[in-house]
T-cell receptor, first 112, second 114 residues
Framework: GNSVTQMEGPVTLSEEAFLTINCTYTATGYPSLFWYVQYPGEGLQLLLKATKADDKGSNKGFEATYRKETTSFHLEKGSVQVSDSAVYFCALRGTGANNLFFGTGTRLTVIP | GAGVSQSPSNKVTEKGKDVELRCDPISGHTALYWYRQSLGQGLEFLIYFQGNSAPDKSGLPSDRFSAERTGGSVSTLTIQRTQQEDSAVYLC????????????FGNGTRLTVT
Protein backbone atom coordinates (compact mmCIF):
# COMPACT_ATOMS: atom_id res chain seq x y z
CA GLY A 1 0.00 0.00 0.00
CA ASN A 2 0.86 3.67 0.03
CA SER A 3 2.35 5.35 3.08
CA VAL A 4 4.60 8.21 4.12
CA THR A 5 7.03 8.24 7.03
CA GLN A 6 8.14 11.63 8.14
CA MET A 7 10.77 12.84 10.56
CA GLU A 8 9.25 13.48 13.94
CA GLY A 9 9.52 16.89 15.46
CA PRO A 10 9.51 19.33 16.84
CA VAL A 11 12.56 20.88 15.23
CA THR A 12 14.01 24.09 16.63
CA LEU A 13 16.67 25.97 14.69
CA SER A 14 18.37 29.31 14.89
CA GLU A 15 17.85 31.77 12.06
CA GLU A 16 20.10 31.10 9.03
CA ALA A 17 20.65 27.46 10.03
CA PHE A 18 20.40 24.63 7.49
CA LEU A 19 17.17 22.63 7.53
CA THR A 20 16.52 19.03 6.59
CA ILE A 21 13.21 17.28 7.22
CA ASN A 22 13.34 13.63 6.22
CA CYS A 23 10.54 11.91 4.34
CA THR A 24 10.46 8.37 3.00
CA TYR A 25 7.62 6.64 1.25
CA THR A 26 6.18 3.29 0.29
CA ALA A 27 4.15 3.10 -2.89
CA THR A 28 3.27 0.92 -5.81
CA GLY A 29 3.90 2.27 -9.27
CA TYR A 30 5.15 5.80 -9.76
CA PRO A 31 3.75 8.18 -7.19
CA SER A 32 3.80 11.96 -7.18
CA LEU A 33 5.34 13.55 -4.09
CA PHE A 34 4.47 16.79 -2.32
CA TRP A 35 5.40 19.00 0.60
CA TYR A 36 2.61 21.00 2.18
CA VAL A 37 3.08 23.69 4.82
CA GLN A 38 0.73 25.00 7.48
CA TYR A 39 1.60 28.40 8.87
CA PRO A 40 0.10 29.39 12.23
CA GLY A 41 -3.61 30.13 11.91
CA GLU A 42 -3.75 29.16 8.24
CA GLY A 43 -4.82 26.16 6.18
CA LEU A 44 -2.37 23.75 4.58
CA GLN A 45 -0.91 24.96 1.32
CA LEU A 46 1.28 23.36 -1.30
CA LEU A 47 4.96 24.21 -0.90
CA LEU A 48 6.47 22.15 -3.71
CA LYS A 49 6.02 18.96 -5.67
CA ALA A 50 7.79 16.43 -7.90
CA THR A 51 6.00 14.07 -10.23
CA LYS A 52 8.74 11.71 -11.40
CA ALA A 53 12.05 10.27 -10.29
CA ASP A 54 15.00 12.70 -10.10
CA ASP A 55 12.68 15.73 -10.34
CA LYS A 56 13.52 18.55 -7.96
CA GLY A 57 10.71 20.65 -6.57
CA SER A 58 11.58 24.10 -5.28
CA ASN A 59 9.81 27.11 -3.83
CA LYS A 60 10.63 29.92 -1.37
CA GLY A 61 14.19 28.63 -1.01
CA PHE A 62 13.03 25.12 -0.12
CA GLU A 63 14.03 22.13 -2.25
CA ALA A 64 13.23 18.43 -2.36
CA THR A 65 14.47 15.81 -4.82
CA TYR A 66 12.43 12.71 -5.74
CA ARG A 67 14.84 9.81 -5.10
CA LYS A 68 13.36 6.55 -6.29
CA GLU A 69 16.41 4.50 -5.33
CA THR A 70 16.06 5.51 -1.67
CA THR A 71 12.28 6.15 -1.80
CA SER A 72 12.87 9.55 -0.25
CA PHE A 73 11.79 13.16 -0.70
CA HIS A 74 13.68 15.09 1.96
CA LEU A 75 12.94 18.79 2.38
CA GLU A 76 15.91 21.16 2.62
CA LYS A 77 16.56 24.85 2.98
CA GLY A 78 19.97 26.42 3.21
CA SER A 79 19.12 29.31 5.54
CA VAL A 80 15.88 29.33 7.48
CA GLN A 81 14.07 32.45 8.63
CA VAL A 82 11.73 33.08 11.54
CA SER A 83 8.88 33.29 9.02
CA ASP A 84 9.50 29.63 8.06
CA SER A 85 8.14 28.53 11.43
CA ALA A 86 5.27 26.21 10.53
CA VAL A 87 4.22 22.57 10.34
CA TYR A 88 5.50 20.72 7.26
CA PHE A 89 3.72 17.70 5.78
CA CYS A 90 5.13 15.25 3.28
CA ALA A 91 2.49 13.70 1.02
CA LEU A 92 2.17 11.10 -1.72
CA ARG A 93 -0.34 10.40 -4.44
CA GLY A 94 -0.12 6.92 -5.85
CA THR A 95 -0.54 6.10 -9.52
CA GLY A 96 -4.17 6.51 -10.47
CA ALA A 97 -5.14 7.24 -6.86
CA ASN A 98 -7.74 9.79 -5.87
CA ASN A 99 -6.35 10.84 -2.52
CA LEU A 100 -3.13 12.08 -1.02
CA PHE A 101 -1.46 10.16 1.80
CA PHE A 102 0.08 12.51 4.35
CA GLY A 103 2.80 12.11 6.93
CA THR A 104 2.25 13.12 10.53
CA GLY A 105 3.77 16.57 10.06
CA THR A 106 6.94 18.14 11.47
CA ARG A 107 6.71 21.33 13.48
CA LEU A 108 9.58 23.73 12.78
CA THR A 109 10.34 26.66 15.04
CA VAL A 110 13.01 29.14 13.98
CA ILE A 111 14.35 31.42 16.69
CA PRO A 112 16.06 34.74 16.04
CA GLY B 1 -10.13 35.50 -4.08
CA ALA B 2 -12.14 33.34 -1.71
CA GLY B 3 -10.53 30.19 -0.47
CA VAL B 4 -12.07 27.03 0.90
CA SER B 5 -14.47 27.92 3.67
CA GLN B 6 -15.44 25.55 6.47
CA SER B 7 -18.06 25.98 9.15
CA PRO B 8 -18.30 25.94 12.04
CA SER B 9 -14.69 26.55 13.00
CA ASN B 10 -15.29 24.89 16.35
CA LYS B 11 -17.95 22.46 17.46
CA VAL B 12 -18.48 20.95 20.89
CA THR B 13 -21.07 18.21 21.11
CA GLU B 14 -22.19 15.59 23.55
CA LYS B 15 -21.50 11.93 22.93
CA GLY B 16 -24.32 10.35 20.99
CA LYS B 17 -25.41 13.51 19.17
CA ASP B 18 -25.25 13.97 15.40
CA VAL B 19 -23.13 16.73 13.85
CA GLU B 20 -22.90 18.29 10.41
CA LEU B 21 -19.77 19.96 9.11
CA ARG B 22 -19.91 22.17 6.05
CA CYS B 23 -17.38 22.89 3.31
CA ASP B 24 -17.60 25.55 0.58
CA PRO B 25 -14.91 24.78 -1.99
CA ILE B 26 -13.26 27.24 -4.33
CA SER B 27 -15.62 28.05 -7.19
CA GLY B 28 -14.93 25.89 -10.23
CA HIS B 29 -12.95 23.23 -8.38
CA THR B 30 -14.28 19.83 -9.40
CA ALA B 31 -12.51 17.73 -6.80
CA LEU B 32 -13.33 17.88 -3.09
CA TYR B 33 -11.70 15.97 -0.24
CA TRP B 34 -12.38 15.46 3.45
CA TYR B 35 -9.54 14.59 5.82
CA ARG B 36 -9.37 14.13 9.57
CA GLN B 37 -6.42 15.17 11.71
CA SER B 38 -6.23 13.74 15.19
CA LEU B 39 -3.71 14.86 17.80
CA GLY B 40 -0.27 13.53 16.88
CA GLN B 41 -1.56 11.85 13.75
CA GLY B 42 -1.20 12.65 10.10
CA LEU B 43 -4.06 13.60 7.90
CA GLU B 44 -6.41 10.65 7.50
CA PHE B 45 -8.27 10.52 4.20
CA LEU B 46 -12.04 10.19 4.58
CA ILE B 47 -13.83 10.75 1.29
CA TYR B 48 -13.30 12.20 -2.18
CA PHE B 49 -15.73 13.72 -4.72
CA GLN B 50 -14.89 14.33 -8.37
CA GLY B 51 -17.48 16.01 -10.55
CA ASN B 52 -20.55 13.83 -11.01
CA SER B 53 -18.72 10.56 -10.41
CA ALA B 54 -19.55 8.28 -7.51
CA PRO B 55 -17.54 9.40 -4.46
CA ASP B 56 -14.58 7.42 -3.15
CA LYS B 57 -15.72 6.54 0.37
CA SER B 58 -12.89 4.16 1.12
CA GLY B 59 -11.54 6.24 4.01
CA LEU B 60 -14.72 6.57 6.04
CA PRO B 61 -13.98 4.88 9.39
CA SER B 62 -17.49 3.59 10.09
CA ASP B 63 -21.07 3.73 8.85
CA ARG B 64 -21.70 6.58 11.28
CA PHE B 65 -19.83 8.81 8.83
CA SER B 66 -21.38 10.03 5.58
CA ALA B 67 -20.91 12.92 3.22
CA GLU B 68 -22.69 14.47 0.31
CA ARG B 69 -21.92 17.12 -2.21
CA THR B 70 -24.86 19.00 -3.62
CA GLY B 71 -24.76 20.49 -7.10
CA GLY B 72 -21.07 19.75 -7.41
CA SER B 73 -20.25 22.49 -4.93
CA VAL B 74 -20.97 22.60 -1.19
CA SER B 75 -20.27 19.45 0.80
CA THR B 76 -21.57 18.31 4.17
CA LEU B 77 -19.88 15.71 6.35
CA THR B 78 -22.27 14.11 8.82
CA ILE B 79 -21.24 12.11 11.86
CA GLN B 80 -24.06 10.26 13.60
CA ARG B 81 -24.05 9.17 17.21
CA THR B 82 -20.72 10.85 17.86
CA GLN B 83 -18.11 9.13 20.02
CA GLN B 84 -15.21 10.64 21.92
CA GLU B 85 -12.74 9.15 19.46
CA ASP B 86 -14.35 11.28 16.74
CA SER B 87 -12.76 14.35 18.34
CA ALA B 88 -10.36 15.78 15.75
CA VAL B 89 -9.89 18.57 13.25
CA TYR B 90 -11.85 17.88 10.07
CA LEU B 91 -10.25 19.40 7.00
CA CYS B 92 -11.80 20.00 3.63
CA UNK B 93 -9.80 20.61 0.45
CA UNK B 94 -10.64 21.24 -3.17
CA UNK B 95 -8.68 21.22 -6.42
CA UNK B 96 -9.16 21.73 -10.15
CA UNK B 97 -8.89 18.06 -10.95
CA UNK B 98 -7.95 14.84 -9.32
CA UNK B 99 -4.33 14.40 -10.21
CA UNK B 100 -1.48 16.87 -9.99
CA UNK B 101 -3.39 20.05 -9.23
CA UNK B 102 -2.57 21.25 -5.71
CA UNK B 103 -5.12 20.84 -2.98
CA UNK B 104 -6.42 24.03 -1.38
CA PHE B 105 -7.34 23.46 2.24
CA GLY B 106 -9.79 25.20 4.51
CA ASN B 107 -8.87 26.05 8.09
CA GLY B 108 -10.82 23.06 9.38
CA THR B 109 -13.52 22.39 11.93
CA ARG B 110 -12.29 21.40 15.37
CA LEU B 111 -14.78 18.85 16.74
CA THR B 112 -14.79 18.02 20.43
CA VAL B 113 -17.05 15.25 21.68
CA THR B 114 -17.61 15.34 25.43
Amino acid sequence: GNSVTQMEGPVTLSEEAFLTINCTYTATGYPSLFWYVQYPGEGLQLLLKATKADDKGSNKGFEATYRKETTSFHLEKGSVQVSDSAVYFCALRGTGANNLFFGTGTRLTVIP
Amino acid sequence: GAGVSQSPSNKVTEKGKDVELRCDPISGHTALYWYRQSLGQGLEFLIYFQGNSAPDKSGLPSDRFSAERTGGSVSTLTIQRTQQEDSAVYLCASSWDSYNSPLHFGNGTRLTVT
